[in-house]
Nanobody, 122 residues
């Protein structure tokens, strides 16, 4: 069983900052730490498809969406099975539900958190 618990969303003004956290617990037969090879964040706004924000591998390889480069920073603590997203210089276009995701490889959907709302007011 894989459980993801997100925290840190909220309401912030344009130019503000938020930090999201996602703690992952892995238990049960057949589930190994390989499921944590990729940890990342996706977001979805009303009427839009879910889109990639960032991913980080166990070895620290990082990928960002162009729209967040230079403003968002992803990190992970492998000892705590936790991934973080530091979001700076937030703009209204960043308003969305943010979902944590873990997966063994990019071609597998993996596991999802329940989502945390980020709202940026203008």
């Amino acid at each position: 069983q894989v459980q993801l618990v997100e925290s840190g969303g909220g309401l912030v003004q344009t130019g503000g900052s938020l930090r999201l956290s996602c703690a992952v617990s892995v238990s049960g037969r057949g589930i190994t730490s390989i499921v944590l090879n990729y940890m990342g964040w996706y977001r979805q706004s009303p009427g839009k498809q879910r889109e990639l924000v960032t991913t980080i591998t166990r070895n620290g390889n990082i990928n960002y969406a162009d729209s967040v480069k230079g403003r968002f920073t992803v990190s992970r603590d492998n000892a705590k099975n936790t991934v973080y997203l530091q979001m700076n210089s937030l703009i209204p276009e960043d308003t969305a539900a943010y979902y944590c995701n873990v997966r063994p490889s990019l071609n597998i959907d993996g596991y999802w958190g329940q989502g945390t709302q980020v709202t940026v007011s203008s």
